[in-house]
């Protein structure tokens, strides 16, 4: 059974950094997709970023680009969302997800993951 475990929310000020880290466990597939998506309260849950496993190609929402990098690290089954200068507006749960590749869709959307992290919460105020 897979599992995600993210880790590293927090509280910060506008401006500052953060890394959020996703463990993954029980992997049996190796070309899949690991996503970031957020959900502020009251809104849909949104695609953060997303890294290919096998070649490395990574993807990211218009709110992440220029601003957050993915990135993994093999030898931990760990993906990285690196957020640097945020905002108040990335106030959210940030989610780590897998597609495996036995399920189609788009790396974008929700419905193309099949197993989900716990959430990890983020907050940007001053």
């Known amino acids: 059974q897979v599992q995600l475990v993210e880790s590293g929310g927090g509280l910060v000020q506008p401006g500052d950094s953060l890394r959020l880290s996703c463990v993954a466990s029980?992997?049996?597939?190796?070309?899949?997709?690991m996503g970031w998506f957020r959900q502020a309260p009251g809104k849909e849950r949104e695609f953060v970023a997303a890294?290919?496993?096998?070649?490395?190609?990574?993807y990211y929402g218009d709110s992440a680009k220029g601003r957050f990098t993915i990135s993994r690290d093999n030898a931990k089954n760990t993906v990285y969302l690196q957020m640097n200068s945020l905002k108040p507006e990335d106030t959210a749960v940030y989610y780590c997800?897998?597609?495996?590749?036995?399920?189609?869709?788009?790396?974008?959307?929700?419905?193309?993951?099949?197993?989900w992290g716990q959430g990890t919460q983020v907050t940007v105020s001053s």
């Open positions: 029980g992997l049996t597939f190796s070309k899949y997709i």
């Open positions: 890294l290919r496993w096998s070649g490395g190609s990574t």
């Open positions: 997800a897998i597609k495996p590749p036995y399920l189609s869709g788009d790396y974008n959307s929700t419905s193309s993951y099949d197993t």
